[in-house]
């Protein structure tokens, strides 16, 4: 039986190895969190004394019409993305699975623009859907329509255009996480249907989508808060406009606390987003353990 000293030492010798990152997380990540937790109750500017607010920053984002635009568009931009994102990456996540003639080229091709500098395919974006000279609106035009879309730069297509632009570099990375799940499915259920007479649409739905539901909700969980926190695709392709046609709500917190300063409504909107993500969060495990 070791003593109680060198049990005390051994436990020492491994806090001491996790120490540093905690030491980090806790300076980095929790006081701050913690912080602006405490600042939604505050007024304060960055420089003058810290004040008690109370409620008053909650009550105020009643008001805020940057605050409910903010909201709905944040909530708009979940509602187009994940679902579309989700469809397509199981579609070329099925498509790339089969014996395709170069697969591992398109897998490739297919999860580049989600490893691909943000600033750099955003340009390319901006140039592709130029509402003036852009090739898409180019090809349109040859196919003769007379009014083409303003894209990026018409209040009624800048979200329209976020959503597509985030499709297009989100799937490739939940393509590969569909591909993992379908390399997981036992063949022998592929089999089963096989021998039960089932064609290609029944062995997807009754085999392929129940056997990949941990996967797709894996998915579905992860993209709603990734779509919940967008900033830099808003910030690279329209700047939250046309006006505030693209406004996000972490978008909102970024100009109340760094161009207004005023850092205690910055951390209420902070608030009020972590609540919607947890909540909705919550709900959809709640729904998972339905399914069960």
């Known amino acids: 039986m070791p003593s109680k000293k060198a049990e005390i030492k051994k436990q020492l010798v491994a806090y001491s190895f996790i120490a540093p990152n905690f030491i980090g997380f806790a300076i980095f990540t929790l006081v701050p969190i913690i912080f ?9 500017d960055g420089s003058n004394p810290i004040t008690w607010a109370g409620l008053a920053n909650f009550k105020d984002l009643l008001d805020d019409d940057q605050f409910k635009a903010a ?43 989600y490893v691909a500098s943000l600033v750099a395919v955003a340009a390319v974006w901006n140039m592709i859907f130029n509402p003036a000279k852009g090739p898409v609106n180019m090809i349109l035009f040859k196919l003769g329509f007379d009014k083409v879309p303003g894209w990026a730069a018409d209040k009624n297509w800048a979200m329209v255009t976020i959503i597509l632009f985030s499709v297009w570099k989100y799937m490739g990375y939940y393509m590969i996480i569909y591909l993992a799940g379908l390399q997981g499915i ?38 709603t808060i990734q779509c919940f926190k967008v900033y830099d695709i808003v910030y690279m392709i329209t700047q939250a406009g046309p006006g505030t046609a693209t406004l996000v709500l972490v978008y909102d917190i970024y100009n109340k606390a760094f161009i207004s ?25 709640q729904g998972e353990k339905k399914m069960k």
């Open 71 to 113: 909201l709905q568009n944040t909530v708009v931009y979940a509602i187009g993305t994940v679902p579309l994102t989700l469809v397509c990456s199981l579609f070329v996540a099925v498509v790339l699975n089969q014996g395709v003639r170069g697969k591992n080229f398109f897998r490739t091709v297919s999860f580049f623009p």
């Open 261 to 285: 300063w005023n850092l205690g409504s910055a951390s209420a909107v902070a608030m009020v987003l972590f609540i919607l993500v947890l909540a909705v969060t919550l709900i959809q495990f």
């Open 186 to 223: 036992n063949p022998e259920l592929y089999e089963a249907a096989n021998l039960d007479g089932a064609n290609t649409w029944q062995r997807f739905k009754h085999v392929t989508i129940p056997q990949l539901r941990p996967t797709t909700f894996f998915v579905m969980v992860m993209l």
């Open 36 to 44: 602006a937790f405490a600042l939604a109750f505050l007024h304060w």
